[in-house]
């Protein structure tokens, strides 16, 4: 097959955003715990291209265009948006500050011998026999805090600018934009990368994230310069980093708003030009974006928007400038709606990506828009199985007007091994942050998910009790899907207003002691459908010691609704060191 992307070396290096992981196997060595999660998927995708003697020459765009001798189709067995995962993370606490580790490996499933899995697309290495895949290391880093001063990260890891748009985009545990044998010799599809958001990438970077201040974090920081793909002349040095921020406001489970920006100062070598031999000329590359989502009633409704100058389309700095050194415009946008039927989400997106020529620029042939619509059904066949397919149009548009199209269909399948919490988490289950913080700043994913997965669904850090963003074991769940919260997790919920304590013990005994917040429902007269219903919080139930709150539990989850409870019950909460409201029985007054 051919195809009209700047021959998208990047389409390699799209491999979104963390990968769905989920927490599996946890060690325990002195003050250090080691958890190691991961995820694998495959997918048949078959794509329609324009036919070679119909297409236009579009360059850089994302529509696949047919072979010269006529075949105009293409069938692969690859990976979607996200590749397989292994992510390895320790975390301890030293002197009151949290500290971490992660190492995150994304291997592919399509045949790579061609060495970079991002990179190697010019050779010509296919899917011949003997062949073996690829491996990408995304994220070698650490972090270090506390819940008083913040967060500080340094190593690799995804970017700021962008990342909630495919963090939140319904593709990233599907295929999207996948156009043919795209696979190989990269690791992954497109999802909707170029086709409404610029792809975040994977940048070696230092940053500070501020503590929670009223449901809003900050972070800001800098980057190892990236290079672009596209300017003539190659690599050159850079005096200074690339600087992005990102601001991110969460309220409750329902609504989440974002904004990035991302600077850097590019050098492109113009000799061809003027006819002096190592003349530079330099341009500044930067841009913004913002966007949100709302969940409602099982609705969800997300939408990003990004404006660009110097930063170019779909890869950062990929087409960013003309020959001469000219910076040109960009700007896009991803609206997506789904709605969720029990364990089945149905999704339909669209995005466009627009790129305009340079002042002075006469390039017809240039692309001016890639857009894309996808109709997606995603099912929970099991806690860790999700099955999926997908439907997907997209149309490239030169600056002429003129354009190709082509379509995709995949179905697939994505397993994250997870042994304790249920991914992606059930309506009310439990906080689906906890395992995005590092990857996009608090920022939840379409699945509510994973980066660590940053699922991303990503193996990334989580917050340990005191807030810092480093990786704990998630809730252990029974074998009938009850969550079993362990009392720092329970107190972490609690804290941040996203748990409904209801207590199951006897009035007598909550009389004399009861944990702050809980509502008394004693099981002895418990019907699980008088509960106050509150969609913004997860019900999770509390006894003595464990064994009437997991009934109580046990009886809503047979209603098909989420459950959890304290395991150990208000006992356990106390060894722990947590508060518990107690009456004098001689005076009625709390102690």
Not at 226 to 242: C, F, H, I, M, W
Not at 259 to 269: F, N, P, R, T
Not at 457 to 473: E, F, I, K, M, V
Request: hydrophobic share 35%; aromatic share 8%; net charge negative.
């Amino acid at each position: 097959m051919k195809h009209q992307r700047i021959c998208l070396t990047i389409a390699a290096a799209l491999a979104a955003a963390c990968a769905p992981a989920a927490y599996a196997v946890d060690v325990t060595a002195g003050d250090w715990k080691l958890s190691f999660d991961g995820n694998v998927n495959a997918h048949y995708i078959y794509s329609s291209c324009q036919s070679f003697d119909s297409s236009k020459a579009v360059a850089g765009g994302l529509a696949c265009v047919g072979s010269e001798d006529g075949e105009k189709s293409s069938s692969s067995v690859s990976n979607g948006l996200l590749p397989a995962a292994l992510s390895i993370s320790a975390a301890t606490t030293q002197s009151g500050y949290d500290i971490g580790v992660t190492f995150g490996l994304y291997p592919g499933i399509s045949t790579n011998d061609g060495g970079s899995p991002n990179l190697a697309n010019t050779s010509g290495t296919r899917n011949t026999a003997l062949g073996t895949a690829g491996l990408d290391v995304r994220q070698v880093f650490l972090t270090f805090g506390n819940k008083d001063m913040g967060t500080v990260m340094a190593g690799r890891n995804i970017g700021l600018f962008g990342a909630d748009a495919i963090l939140n985009d319904m593709t990233l545990l599907g295929v999207g934009a996948g156009n043919g044998n795209y696979a190989a010799p990269t690791n992954t599809s497109l999802g909707s990368i170029g086709l409404g958001y610029i792809y975040t990438d994977w940048l070696a970077q230092i940053n500070y994230t501020t503590p929670d201040l009223g449901g809003t974090k900050i972070t800001i920081g800098i980057f190892d310069p990236v290079e672009s793909l596209t300017d003539p002349g190659g690599a050159t040095p850079k005096a200074a980093p690339g600087f992005h921020a990102k601001i991110a406001y969460k309220m409750g489970d329902s609504l989440y708003l974002s904004a990035s920006g991302l600077y850097e100062k590019q050098s492109i070598d113009v000799t061809a030009l003027s006819g002096i031999p190592d003349q530079k000329k330099d341009y500044s590359g930067g841009g913004i974006d913002f966007g949100g989502k709302y969940d409602i009633n099982g609705f969800e409704i997300a939408g990003w928007y990004y404006y660009a100058k110097g930063l170019g389309t779909t890869g950062l700095f990929v087409l960013s400038a003309d020959a001469a050194g000219d910076p040109r415009k960009s700007q896009g946008f991803l609206a997506q709606l789904t709605y969720k039927i029990v364990n089945t989400k149905l999704g339909i997106n669209y995005g466009q990506s627009r790129l305009d020529q340079a002042d002075g620029e006469l390039a017809p042939t240039l692309v001016a828009k890639n857009d894309k619509v996808t109709f997606g059904v995603y099912h929970q066949l099991t806690t860790n199985l999700l099955l999926l397919s997908e439907f997907s149009h997209l149309e490239s548009k030169n600056q002429a007007g003129d354009s190709n199209k082509s379509n995709n269909f995949n179905v697939g399948a994505f397993v994250s091994f997870c042994s304790r919490n249920p991914w992606p988490p059930p309506e009310g289950g439990p906080d689906p942050h906890r395992r995005v913080i590092q990857c996009t700043g608090d920022a939840p994913s379409f699945w509510g998910s994973p980066c660590g997965c940053c699922t991303r669904y990503n193996a990334t850090p989580s917050p340990t009790r005191n807030g810092a963003l480093l990786r704990h074991p998630m809730p252990h769940t029974t074998p009938d899907q009850v969550i079993e919260y362990e009392p720092h997790e329970l107190k972490e919920l609690l804290d941040a207003g996203r748990a409904l304590l209801i207590d199951v013990r006897e009035p007598a005994e909550f009389a004399a002691e009861r944990i702050p917040g809980a509502l008394l429902f004693p099981l002895s007269t418990f019907d699980v459908r008088l509960l106050p219903p509150d969609e913004s919080r997860q019900v999770v139930f509390q006894c003595a010691a464990g064994g009437r709150s997991l009934t109580a539990a046990r009886q809503r989850r047979s209603l098909g609704q989420p459950a959890a409870h304290l395991a150990g019950g208000i006992s356990e909460w106390k060894v722990a060191g947590f508060p518990t409201i107690r009456i004098d029985p001689r005076t009625g007054r709390p102690v």
